[in-house]
């Protein structure tokens, strides 16, 4: 299943999303399931993956899926705001280039707004792993990749598979 994941390279992934409206969630429920399971699948070969962003399947909706041990949440129309002036420097990976690092620097703290599947409002205050996680997922939604992040050019690990 994980060859539905697009790759590095792919025009989709530059392209900014479309919002989702409260009438089309029923009929991307089978695709926001498969998005879960992808990132099971993803950990199972690769030991990582805590979330993927709907584009990376080709879908150009705003929907994030996060899928850890401790949650399991979709994500609908995030927003990221209130971000720290703190940054963190990390070594990020994707499930769109599973065999490339790149280091980046993300806001160690943000807040984010969004709605679930059933449209229940959420606003959730992120810090550290899932403060990054999320900054990631939310520049997929506007076709930014972590390789534009990169903080020079000697920020990029091969770690093959």
Known sequence: MLEKIIKL????LYEKCK???QN???????????????????????????????P???????????NTPQNKQTIINPVLTNFSEEMIELWDDCMSF??????????YSCSMS????????????????????????????????ATQRAIDCESFKYVGN
């Open 9 to 12: 390279g792919d025009p989709r």
């Open 19 to 21: 919002e989702v409206s």
């Open 24 to 54: 089309e969630v029923a009929s991307l429920l089978p695709q926001i399931e498969e998005l879960h399971q992808l990132v099971l699948d993803f950990r199972k070969i690769y030991g990582a993956g805590r979330a993927i962003a709907a």
């Open 56 to 66: 990376q399947i080709g879908l150009m909706k705003r929907i994030i899926c996060l």
């Open 98 to 107: 599973p065999s490339l690092h790149v280091r980046v620097k993300r806001h």
């Open 114 to 145: 969004f709605v679930d599947e059933n449209w229940k409002p959420h606003t959730w205050f992120l810090e550290n792993e899932l403060s990054e996680l999320m900054q990631h997922e939310y520049d997929h939604l506007n076709g930014i990749l």
